[in-house]
C-alpha cells in the first residue's frame, strides 16, 4: 500500500493515478469512494451534516480501503484527503500498512490558483499553512513530479528505498555496503566504477535476471549511480526484448544526467557509450537521503552536470539554494532537471537536433575521459570540456572573448577544475573525438557553449580542421 498525502490541491489525486499506472497497481480515491458509498458529494456532506459527520466516514472508508487491498493482494496507491491523517488511529492505521508519501505543499499562488479552478468542488481554504507543523511530520517526502514520455519522475527525501523495497534490484557495490539493510540487491550487485561499464557486465546481468527467473510482465529496480543505471537500464532493455526497470539513482551526477533521458548502455574499448538503446523507466525516484552519505568531491561531479544545465536553460542560482559545494534540496534538483527533460520531451530519441544542446561540453569531455582510460571522473571531464568548447565558441566568433573566462569562474566554485590533467594534451583529445557516437563521416556535431542560454549546434570536420586552434 501507498498512500498520497498532503495539503488540499497538492496534486494526490493527479500523481496518484500517474503513480499507479507506473507501479502497474490499482488506485483508489479516499473522497471519490468516500462519495460513492455515500451517495453524497463532499461538499455537500460538509454542508448538510458538518465536518464531524464527513470525518467519521472518511475513516470508516480509510479501513476499509485497507482491509480490501489486503485480501486482494497486489499492490494499491491511495489518495488520501488533505486532513485524512490527521486523525490519529488514521495515521496509525496508514503507517502500519502501507508507506504515507506527503507532497510538499505548492507555492501560495499555485495554491490559490489550484483552489480557484476547484471551487464548489469541497471547502478547501488554504489549509497548507495552517496545517504546515503536521504536513512536516513524516519523513517520507515528494518536492516536485513530472512527466517524461513513459516515465515519470519523482523527487523527494526519505522515500525512494521505501517504496521499491522487495522488488527484484540490482545495486551498485558501494550503495548495496553503505545502505545494507535500506537497498536489498536481491538480483545483483555491480562492480563500482566505470572501468566496470563493460559487455561483460551487462553479460552478468542477464544471467542474473535468468536465475531470478525475470520474465517479460517482471520490473527490475536499479539502485545506484550512472554506471549501474546505465547498465541495468541495457540489460533491461535487452533482456527478453524489452522489459520494464525504475530508477533509483543515489548520486548528484546520476539524479541531474543519467536518471532522466531514457539512455542506457555501456562502453566499448573503441570509445564511452557505443553500445546501447533508448528505453526510458516506467518510474525515476530522485531521493535526497541517497547524498547524506556522499564526500564532497563526488558531489562535486554533479555540479558539474548542474552548471551545464544552467548553460543551456539559462538559470542563474536563485537566492536561498545551497552553496556550490553543498547538497541541493529537491526542489532544487527537479528546477536544474527540468532544462533536461523539457529537452528530452522534445526529441526523445535525438532526431530532431534539440537533444544535441544536452550534449554540451560533453564531446570534448568523453575523448578526454577515453584518454585518461576513464580515471577523469564524468562531472571533471564535463567541467573541462565545457570550458574548452567554449573557447572554440569564441575562435569561430559565436562568443564574447571574456566568455570562456566567466564559465571557468562558475565551475571553479564548485571546486571543479578547468584545464586539462597533466600528461593529457588537446591534440590527442582531438584524435580521440574521431571515435565519437555522435559524428557523420570526418564530422562531429558539437554543442558549443556561447553564453548563458545560448548553446548552438556547429558541426566540424575533424579531417580537415583541428577543433583547438
Known amino acids: 500500500m501507498i498512500y498520497l498525502y498532503g495539503a488540499p490541491a497538492s496534486g494526490k489525486t493527479t500523481l496518484g493515478r500517474r503513480l ?66 490527521l486523525d490519529p488511529h488514521n495515521r496509525e492505521l496508514c503507517e502500519k500498512s502501507g508507506l504515507v508519501i506527503c507532497l510538499e505543499s505548492p507555492s501560495d499562488e499555485e495554491l490559490a490558483r489550484r483552489i480557484g479552478a476547484a471551487a464548489g468542488s469541497r471547502p478547501l481554504g488554504n489549509k497548507a499553512r495552517e496545517r504546515a507543523p503536521h504536513y512536516a511530520s513524516f519523513s517520507c517526502r515528494v518536492a516536485a513530479w513530472f512527466d517524461l514520455g513513459d ?60 536465475k531470478a527467473g525475470l520474465g517479460r510482465r517482471d520490473t527490475v529496480v536499479a539502485v545506484g549511480g550512472g554506471v549501474t543505471c546505465d547498465l541495468t537500464g541495457f540489460a533491461a532493455a535487452t533482456w527478453m526484448r524489452g522489459i520494464d526497470w525504475i530508477n533509483v539513482p543515489t548520486t548528484l551526477l546520476a539524479m541531474v ?21 533508448f528505453h526510458l523507466p516506467r518510474l525515476v525516484a530522485i531521493d535526497t537521503e541517497f547524498l547524506s552519505t556522499l564526500p564532497a568531491e563526488i558531489l562535486r561531479q554533479g555540479r558539474a552536470e548542474m552548471i551545464k544545465h544552467e548553460i543551456i536553460g539559462g538559470l542563474p542560482p536563485k537566492g536561498g539554494e545551497s552553496s556550490a559545494g553543498g547538497v541541493p534540496s529537491p526542489a532544487e534538483i527537479a528546477r536544474n532537471l527540468s532544462v533536461k527533460v523539457g529537452i528530452v520531451k522534445e526529441d526523445p530519441f535525438e532526431r530532431k537536433g534539440r537533444r544535441i544542446l544536452l550534449n554540451c561540453g560533453h564531446t570534448v569531455a568523453h575523448a578526454v575521459e577515453k584518454l585518461s582510460g576513464y580515471t577523469l571522473p564524468h562531472g571533471e571531464a564535463v567541467a573541462i570540456g565545457c570550458v574548452e568548447e567554449a573557447r572554440m565558441a569564441v575562435r569561430r566568433g559565436l562568443a564574447p572573448a571574456d566568455w570562456p573566462g566567466e564559465l571557468a569562474a562558475r565551475f571553479a566554485e564548485a571546486g571543479l577544475p578547468v584545464a586539462l590533467p597533466e600528461g593529457l594534451d588537446l591534440a590527442a583529445a582531438a584524435e580521440a573525438m574521431k571515435g565519437d557516437k555522435k559524428r557523420a563521416g570526418g564530422t562531429v556535431v558539437f554543442a558549443l557553449p556561447c553564453g548563458w542560454g545560448d548553446v548552438r549546434a556547429v558541426p566540424v570536420d575533424l579531417g580537415k580542421e583541428n577543433p583547438f586552434e
Open 257 to 277: 544526467d543519467a536518471s532522466t533521458g531514457g539512455k542506457t548502455g555501456c562502453d566499448l574499448p573503441e570509445g564511452k557509450n557505443l553500445a546501447g538503446a
Open 20 to 85: 499507479a499506472a507506473a507501479l502497474g497497481a490499482r488506485f483508489v480515491d479516499l473522497d471519490e469512494a468516500v462519495e460513492a458509498r455515500s451517495g453524497m458529494r463532499v461538499a455537500d456532506m460538509f454542508a448538510k451534516s458538518g465536518e464531524r459527520f464527513f470525518r467519521d466516514a472518511e475513516s470508516a472508508e480509510l479501513s476499509l480501503v485497507a482491509s480490501d487491498a489486503a485480501a486482494a493482494g497486489g499492490e494499491t496507491v491511495v489518495s488520501l484527503g488533505g486532513g485524512t491523517l
Open 151 to 210: 516515465s515519470l519522475v519523482l523527487c523527494g527525501k526519505g522515500f525512494a528505498s521505501k517504496l521499491v523495497a522487495g522488488r527484484p534490484a540490482v545495486a551498485d557495490a558501494t550503495v548495496a555496503e553503505l545502505w545494507r539493510g535500506k537497498v536489498d540487491a536481491n538480483v545483483a550487485v555491480v562492480p563500482s566504477g566505470e572501468e566496470h561499464k563493460t559487455v561483460a557486465t551487462v553479460s552478468s546481468l542477464w544471467s542474473a535476471f535468468a
